[in-house]
C-alpha cells in the first residue's frame, strides 16, 4: 500500500499533534505501508521514509501555506498513489484527519480565551484582520463541505461534535479513531534513577506535591490559571505544592505574573525540553487546565505513566479520565477554586497512588499501536474507491 501523508509540518517541538504523526507515521512502516510524507518541515532522515520537503520564498505566512498547498496539489497528481491521508487540509485528500481538531473548534476556543463582553468582540473583531486563518478557514469548510469529500478521522468525541457542529457533517463522513501514544519504555531503574534526578535538580523536596505542566501554547494551555491556583493554595496555608512548567513560551512575562502572584519560589519555567518522560516520572500530579486540546497527547501519556491528571472538558483526553476516581475533570477552565481543590485532594498520598493506579489502565485504549491497526482498517475499507477525486 502506497500511501501519500500531507502535514504542513513535521517538527516535534511544535506541539503534540507533529509529535503523534511521527510515531504514527513509524507504527506505518513498521507494518510494511510504504509512505510519503509532504511537509515544509526538513525532519531528520528515516530509513523508509520518503519526505518531499516543499517549502519556498513568500512575502506572508498565508503566501507560504497557500504556495505549499498548490504544490502538494501538483505533486500528488503527478505520482501514483493508493490513497492520500491528509492531516494539514487537503483537496484531494481521501482521508482527512485534523490532529489539531477542526480550525473553527479552535477560533472559538481562542476567542473564549478573552474576558466576556467587549474583550471576546474585540477578538472576533480583529480576526477579520487573520489573513492566513482566514485562508485556512476557507480551505476547511471546501473540503468539508463536499457532499464526496473525504472521510473524515475524529480523534475523540470532542472532535466528533465539532464536525457536526460547525460543519453538520453526517455520520457516514466520520470514522472515529481515538488518539494513541507509544508507552514508555524506560526501565524502572531508569525511572527511580530520573525521578530523584529531576527532583534533585530543582530543589524539590521529599514532602513536596510535584506538579507538573507541560504545554507551548501557555496561555491556551491554561497555565496562568494554574498560577492562580498555587496563589490561592498558599493562601490556604499550603506551602508544599511546586511547580515545574516545560515548554514553550515568553518566560520573562510569565515570571513577571508569578512575581506578581507571589509564586514565583514554587514554580520554575523549565524551558522546552527532550526529557519530558523524565520529568513524568519526577511528578506526583499534572495539571493541564486548558481551553482547548483535541486530545492532548501529554494527559494521555502521563495518565499511562500511572500520573493522576487534572484536564478540562475542553480536552479530548477527558473521556479517558472517570472524574474522581482515575483523575479529574474541570467543567470550566476559569474555575481556579476548583483547581486548587482537586490538586488539595491529591496531596492525599493514598488517594493520589489508587488514582494512578486506575489511570494507567487506560494504556492498551491508547496506544499508538492500537491507532495505526484501525487507520490500516479504514485505509482497507475505502481503498476502492480512493483517488478518484484526485
Known amino acids: 500500500m502506497k500511501i501519500a501523508i500531507i502535514t504542513e509540518w513535521l517538527d516535534p517541538w511544535r506541539g503534540g499533534a507533529e509529535t503523534s504523526t511521527q510515531q504514527f507515521m513509524h507504527h506505518l512502516m513498521d507494518r510494511g505501508v510504504e509512505l510519503h510524507v509532504f511537509t515544509r518541515s526538513r525532519p531528520s532522515p528515516t530509513p523508509g521514509l520518503s519526505v518531499h520537503s516543499l517549502n519556498g520564498a513568500a512575502m506572508s505566512r498565508m503566501r507560504r501555506s497557500v504556495t505549499f498547498a498548490h504544490r502538494v496539489e501538483r505533486r500528488l497528481r503527478e505520482g501514483s498513489f493508493d490513497l492520500v491521508h491528509a492531516i494539514s487540509p487537503c483537496q484531494a485528500a481521501d482521508v482527512y484527519q485534523p490532529r489539531g481538531g477542526t480550525i473553527a473548534e479552535s477560533i472559538e476556543r481562542n476567542i473564549a480565551l478573552r474576558a466576556p463582553g467587549v474583550a471576546r468582540r474585540f477578538k472576533r473583531y480583529a480576526n477579520r484582520f487573520n489573513f492566513k486563518q482566514r485562508y485556512m478557514l476557507g480551505v476547511e469548510r471546501k473540503l468539508l463541505g463536499q457532499r464526496d469529500g473525504p472521510t473524515v478521522v475524529a480523534i475523540s468525541d470532542y472532535v466528533v461534535r465539532q464536525l457536526k457542529e460547525h460543519y453538520d457533517l453526517c455520520d457516514d463522513r466520520i470514522c472515529k479513531i481515538y488518539n494513541g501514544v507509544d508507552a514508555d519504555p524506560t526501565p524502572p531503574s531508569q525511572r527511580q534513577a530520573d525521578r530523584k ?194
Open 197 to 390: 534526578s529531576i527532583r534533585n535538580e530543582f530543589g524539590i523536596g521529599g514532602n513536596d506535591l510535584l506538579v507538573l505542566v507541560v504545554a507551548h501554547n501557555f496561555r491556551l494551555k491554561g497555565v496562568h490559571r494554574w498560577m492562580e491556583a498555587v496563589a490561592l493554595l498558599r493562601q490556604r496555608g499550603i506551602s508544599n505544592v511546586r511547580t515545574l512548567v516545560v515548554g514553550r513560551g515568553d518566560s520573562h512575562r510569565w515570571r513577571r505574573l508569578a512575581d506578581r502572584l507571589g509564586v514565583s519560589n514554587v514554580l520554575t519555567f523549565v524551558g522546552p525540553s527532550e526529557r519530558v518522560r523524565a520529568f513524568y516520572q519526577a511528578s506526583d500530579v499534572l495539571v493541564h487546565a486548558t481551553y482547548y486540546d483535541p486530545c492532548s497527547r501529554v494527559v494521555l501519556e502521563a495518565m499511562v505513566a500511572g500520573i493522576p491528571c487534572v484536564t478540562t472538558r475542553w480536552d479530548g483526553a477527558s473521556e479517558m479520565i472517570v472524574d474522581g476516581k482515575s483523575g479529574f475533570v474541570l467543567n470550566d477552565p476559569d474555575d481556579v477554586d476548583a483547581l486548587a481543590q482537586r490538586v488539595t485532594f491529591l496531596r492525599d498520598e493514598r488517594k493520589r497512588r489508587e488514582m494512578g493506579i486506575a489511570a494507567a489502565k487506560i494504556a492498551e485504549q491508547v496506544s499508538m499501536a492500537r491507532h495505526a491497526d484501525e487507520m490500516i482498517k479504514l485505509y482497507e475499507r475505502i481503498l476502492p474507491t480512493a483517488g478518484s477525486r484526485r
